[in-house]
């Protein structure tokens, strides 16, 4: 729908996309609107407020005062909400004796009752510290099999010897890292694990901390 146009005498009518005014002689445009019609202002909203700020320059973002106030609001990261849930993720495992499935050390869930169901922020700190130990890794085994039967393949292996540098280590010993990757929900039906491990490593872990 166009604008009202207003002839002399104030009457006003509709034409195109522009809100004009006609002076004898001449035809002008209504202060103020110089391209289509003018709306009415609102205040913006929340979701208006953070997409604007997630706009703005970084080097004002950066700013100390700006930053803080900003993050004590939105503390937390937008890629935490918008990452892959099929990219790969690393995990961790203690081999066993005799053939047994080895032992999976992953302190998450959150809602495990060893971490408080929830309260607890320890398990936080392990996937990066999983992140570390992975960087160390020189030689990967690719798996192809079953997940048991790719860390009984891992444990098999010459374990590498390094120092775990997290302050508060989880993970000390004998161990295999791996990387895996969730199942698709197409395909739970068809296996029993909920991620398939792709790659692991067997590494003797050293922790000073």
Request: one cysteine or more; a positive charge.
């Amino acid at each position: 729908m166009g604008c009202r146009r207003f002839q002399a005498g104030g009457t006003p009518h509709v034409r195109g996309n522009t809100h004009e005014r006609h002076v004898p002689g001449r035809t002008a445009r209504a202060p103020g609107l110089r391209h289509g019609c003018r709306r009415a202002v609102r205040p913006p909203g929340r979701l208006h407020l953070l997409r604007h700020a997630a706009q703005c320059d970084h080097a004002a973002m950066d700013a100390p005062p700006v930053k803080t106030a900003f993050s004590a609001f939105v503390p937390q990261g937008w890629a935490f909400f918008t990452k892959d849930p099929q990219s790969e993720q690393f995990g961790a495992y203690r081999p066993r004796g005799g053939g047994a499935r080895p032992e999976n050390l992953s302190l998450t869930p959150q809602g495990r009752a060893e971490n408080l169901f929830g309260l607890s922020r320890r398990q936080r700190a392990q996937g990066p510290e999983e992140a570390l130990l992975a960087s160390k890794v020189r030689h990967w085994q690719t798996c192809q099999g079953s997940n048991d039967d790719c860390l009984r393949g891992a444990a098999a292996r010459h374990a590498t010897a390094v120092t775990n540098p997290s302050p508060l280590p989880s993970l000390c010993g004998d161990i295999i890292v791996t990387n895996q990757r969730a199942v698709p929900w197409a395909n739970r039906e068809l296996l029993s694990e909920t991620s398939r491990v792709t790659r692991a490593a067997h590494l003797r872990i050293r922790c000073d901390g």
